[in-house]
């Protein structure tokens, strides 16, 4: 039996974690999570640091592929995930029908969250959004940048922050929060997330054997649950 190492970004945890047990019973298999930003994990990887399995959005997964540190066997797409507002339970939900009112709803918050931009997908959209908004100079003093899964959350529920920006997946079944929708499609980051066997895994069938694992239509239903959307 193989100890399977998986390398993901924070958007697809909570199926991870909710998913492991019965794929371990099954498989006899360990699964070793490291979860964390986008940014964090491209450099363990370029610094040597090993995996079995990649969990990324599919154009870095592409990159991998190209540049041999990710094998085509096993690849799949797991879903889809959009960035939503959420604030904290029991506050006014922001407008968000349109990008003028996201945008006044920014203006009008005393402080946003969103993850730092160029450390995840979010967060390098969010700080563009701003821009693309015309108030990147407004918002200044505003602004946190904090991963959901690194504060960024508990930022919200307690109020320093009156709105979050985050992938859906990352926000949806917290205590405290509440989900205010989300971002106009004219304004949206939709982002595609797969999986592929790392090709200097030490155990390649195993962790392609996870990847079906999830992938599984048995447990589309878990994906649903935790934000994510079925391609198509």
Do not use: C
């Amino acid at each position: 039996m193989a100890a399977i190492k998986v390398f993901s970004g924070g958007a697809p945890k909570e199926v991870f974690l909710r998913l492991a047990p019965a794929f371990e019973r099954q498989s006899g298999h360990k699964l070793d999570f490291v979860f964390a930003v986008m940014s964090a994990l491209r450099d363990r990887l370029a610094a040597g640091e090993k995996t079995d399995v990649l969990v990324m959005p599919t154009n870095i997964l592409d990159d991998y592929e190209k540049s041999g540190l990710a094998l085509h066997a096993h690849r799949a797409v797991l879903g889809l995930v959009r960035i939503n507002a959420v604030v904290r339970t029991g506050a006014p939900r922001p407008d968000l029908s349109s990008p003028d009112t996201v945008k006044q709803a920014m203006l009008n918050s005393h402080a946003i969250a969103h993850a730092t931009p160029g450390a995840t997908p979010s967060g390098t959209h969010m700080g563009k959004l701003l821009d693309q908004l015309g108030i990147a100079d407004a918002m200044k003093g505003k602004v946190i940048h904090r991963p959901a899964l690194e504060g960024g959350v508990q930022l919200v529920a307690s109020g320093e922050a009156e709105i979050g920006f985050y992938p859906k997946s990352e926000v949806i079944n917290i205590e405290g929060l509440t989900l205010a929708g989300p971002l106009p499609a004219a304004i949206q980051l939709t982002t595609i997330y797969g999986a592929a066997v790392a090709s200097a895994s030490a155990a390649p069938d195993a962790a392609g054997a996870f990847i079906g694992f999830v992938n599984d239509q048995k447990n589309l239903g878990v994906w649903a649950e935790a934000g994510f959307d079925q391609p198509g």
